[in-house]
């Protein structure tokens, strides 16, 4: 029995090594395939567009943000606007005493060598340009949520209206972690700015700088997508872009020292490589944020990147290598949750038309070939399950849709819902709230 039981025991062990191994792949599948997702979403490469334009638009964003901030907190709390410009300072690299405070003293020099009307405009022109970046951003969640982009007249719209949200929400935000600092400071004056009292100032920062990113992010990932939002859909991803900022904050100065060396380039190329890569992977945190809330949503990966979708649609007219395992079911649209049903019949294909895309620019042309919309999400990756290219009713059937979507895109324009006119007043409201606070504001200066 001994004997036997030597025999049998390196079975055993080998059995056992391989259902561990198994029971690994098996955990890591989902890692796998969310970082297949990450990288055929150009998350990557979208987070060097966005880090552009996040240095493109920096100091836009600065003279509106300390124009009406200056404004809010003079009147809310005297005082207070010069804690807001280190406050700001101390969040980009370098802190107030390098890079971070040369942007912020380059932008509050441009803000008071303006006045009058000239004022008035150069604002106006700053809350324009300023507000391009959320445009870019919208245009990355597209991607990220599988989403269309808004016309023209809202996508500016809602552009303004989150830099404006901003611009308010950013000053009240820095008066409420003025408690925390007060907390600090009355520790440090009291001496206990060692040990567990110096810890604890340590956290109550951190925590302070944390409940910040958390309101900022939130702002983003409820309002800047083309669809309604609400905070339970977007708090895993909320969560994780905060914590991941707070702890890039700690982290980007021992970074910026060891690995970047910016004292060997010049102070010129030095400036530029330090924002530009805490702008990137400032980016890269906030689209990762926003995969994350897609991912829980139940979106997934796609079967091909981008490049190579846009191959098979356009010069082969499939999605036969593109569409990915879960393509046409209700959770891949998040926008009116048909999924595939929504082009499933004439009637479906036209009320779709008139309501989603009736602000599209498209060829008015009716093709032929081949069309693998009707199929169910669950038959993308299987080739049998497609519809065959000489199928004379499957042709049939994409000419009748191609005609109804012809028909739907020529009638009268629908009119806007009444949501969409409510927020086109409120933006309208909002915008002219900004216009009169910098004039009372440029009415305080003068005085």
Request: glycine share 8%.
């Amino acid at each position: 029995m001994a004997g036997q039981h030597r025999i049998e025991h390196p079975e055993a062990r080998q059995t056992a090594q391989r259902t561990r191994s198994h029971s690994l792949r098996d955990r890591a599948k989902p890692f796998l395939h969310f970082w297949q997702k990450l990288s055929n979403d150009w998350v990557f490469n979208l987070a060097g567009l966005l880090a552009y334009n996040l240095l493109m638009s920096i100091f836009p964003i600065l003279l509106a943000l300390l124009a009406v901030a200056g404004f809010i907190l003079n009147n809310l709390a005297p005082g207070s606007e010069r804690g807001l410009l280190n406050a700001i300072a101390n969040a980009l690299p370098g802190g107030s005493a390098g890079t971070g405070g040369t942007i912020v003293r380059v932008a509050t020099d441009n803000l008071q060598r303006q006045a009058g009307v000239l004022f008035i405009i150069g604002l106006l022109t700053s809350i324009f340009t300023g507000s391009r970046l959320f445009i870019t951003l919208e245009n990355c969640f597209g991607i990220i949520f599988r989403l269309r982009g808004r016309d023209v007249i809202h996508q500016n719209l809602v552009a303004i209206g989150m830099l404006l949200i901003y611009m308010v929400l950013v000053p009240i935000v820095f008066l409420a972690s003025i408690v925390p600092s007060a907390i600090v400071t009355a520790l440090h004056a009291s001496g206990g700015g060692s040990g567990f009292s110096g810890l604890l100032i340590h956290l109550i920062g951190l925590a302070a700088a944390f409940i910040v990113a958390l309101i900022l992010f939130s702002a983003i990932y409820i309002v800047v997508p083309n669809r309604p939002v609400h905070f339970y859909e977007v708090w895993k991803g909320t969560l994780l872009a905060a914590a991941l900022l707070v702890l890039y904050e700690i982290l980007f100065p021992i970074y910026e020292s060891v690995a970047l060396r910016p004292n060997n380039y010049g102070s010129v190329a030095a400036f530029a490589i330090v924002i530009l890569v805490f702008f990137y992977y400032l980016a890269l945190i906030l689209l990762v944020g926003a995969e994350v809330n897609s991912w829980a949503s139940g979106q997934r990966e796609t079967a091909s990147d981008i490049a190579a979708i846009l191959h098979e649609v356009q010069a082969h007219n499939t999605t036969r290598g593109a569409a990915g395992p879960t393509a046409g079911s209700p959770q891949e649209d998040l926008a009116t949750h048909e999924g595939g049903q929504a082009m499933a019949t004439s009637g479906r294909a036209t009320k779709y038309e008139r309501t989603n895309h009736r602000d599209d620019t498209k060829p008015e042309t009716v093709q032929s070939g081949n069309d693998s919309r009707q199929y169910s999400g669950s038959d993308a990756s299987n080739p049998q399950a497609m519809p065959s290219a000489h199928d004379p009713g499957e042709a049939r059937q994409h000419q009748t849709t191609s005609l109804v979507s012809r028909y739907a895109r020529r009638q009268v324009q629908v009119a806007a819902p009444a949501h969409r006119r409510r927020n086109q007043r409120a933006l309208g409201i909002a915008v002219l709230a900004g216009v009169v606070a910098a004039a009372f504001w440029l009415q305080r200066r003068g005085g």
